[in-house]
């Protein structure tokens, strides 16, 4: 249980960070694009977490984790970049709340877990509470960003499915660090194929939230996803990520004084009700007092029974 809590904290915290990854990615696209602030994110984030995990580094260095690096972090934040610069951030939000679901079904498919009924509502809850945080809508969506998104949705849930026999055994911060350098090694040619060599920036804003993207949008939330994935289910692991948006909705409504209505308050308390009835254990363990409160009374009836019969 204490390895568990630590767990979900961690995705907990993960979860939270991702939620300013897309408002940070807006202020830095303009001057990178999409491709090279993919790769920008990781080269600045993987060396100082190869530094911190260093000892276990070798241990790392796999072809499995390498390849699923390349796809999670990789193919994945390319092709969100891509779509984010194509369509709303709200459109967006929608279709990263449909991961937990698409994590759920290929478990299940691929035999790994089957998801309790208490899960699926857990799941659709979270899905439906997404759906009010984004309702607002939003300007400059199309159905190629939304396409590009929701491709980027697919294969990061294939990565989460992925990744717990990738970290079995090894170190989340050494395989993490050896992920990010797949990941920005994969992205130089989208790079350089979609929009040449990079240029320098108008001014500091963007560089700024570059900065933080690297560090508090990718480092951080990257690591501590990883940690907490080591410990617990890929579907618990999956439903985690529908806290992003609601964290990036919030930003908008206090950073950049995007309307908020009661609809989207509800939402995002859906949210939080549906990722609880999904993290809560499978074992009823507020249950069992209650059990063994029986399993005495079942007893003491027992003996009763057995004296009466002597007499």
């Not at 369509?87 to 079904?105: D, F, I, K, R, W």
């Not at 995002?268 to 069992?288: H, K, M, Q």
Request: no cysteine; aromatic share 10%; glycine share 12%.
């Amino acid at each position: 249980m204490t390895h568990r809590r630590t767990a979900i904290f961690s995705l907990i915290a993960a979860g939270m960070l991702w939620g300013s990854s897309v408002p940070l990615s807006k202020l830095s696209i303009g001057w990178l694009g999409p491709g090279w602030l993919t790769v920008g994110r990781f080269a600045l984030a993987a060396p100082v977490l190869a530094f911190v995990s260093r000892r276990h580094l070798r241990a790392a260095w796999h072809p499995r984790v390498i390849a699923v690096g390349a796809l999670g972090f990789g193919g994945v934040i390319v092709l969100q970049n891509l779509g984010i610069a194509h369509t709303s951030v709200t459109h967006a939000a929608v279709l990263v709340g449909a991961m937990p679901v698409m994590v759920a079904v290929f478990t299940a498919v691929l035999g790994h877990s089957r998801p309790v009924g208490r899960e699926w509502i857990g799941y659709a809850v979270a899905s439906g509470g997404i759906v009010l945080v984004a309702g607002s809508g939003g300007g400059g969506a199309t159905p190629w960003g939304d396409l590009l998104v929701l491709t980027s949705v697919v294969f990061s849930a294939v990565f989460i499915v992925l990744q717990p026999k990738v970290l079995d055994g090894r170190d989340p911060a050494a395989v993490t660090a050896v992920q990010f350098i797949a990941g920005a090694v994969v992205a130089v040619p989208f790079a350089l194929l979609l929009q040449g060599a990079p240029s320098a920036p108008a001014h500091w804003a963007p560089v700024g939230a570059f900065v933080a993207l690297a560090f508090a949008g990718t480092l951080l939330p990257f690591w501590l996803f990883a940690h907490g994935q080591s410990k617990v289910p890929a579907q618990l692991a999956g439903v985690f990520v529908n806290i992003e948006p609601v964290v990036g909705t919030a930003i908008g409504w206090i950073a950049f004084a995007d309307p908020m209505s009661f609809s989207q308050l509800f939402g995002a308390l859906s949210v939080i009700a549906g990722i609880a009835l999904t993290a809560l254990p499978r074992t009823p363990r507020l249950l069992a007092p209650i059990g063994r409160a029986w399993d005495e009374h079942v007893y003491i009836q027992e003996r009763i029974l057995a004296s009466h019969r002597l007499l």
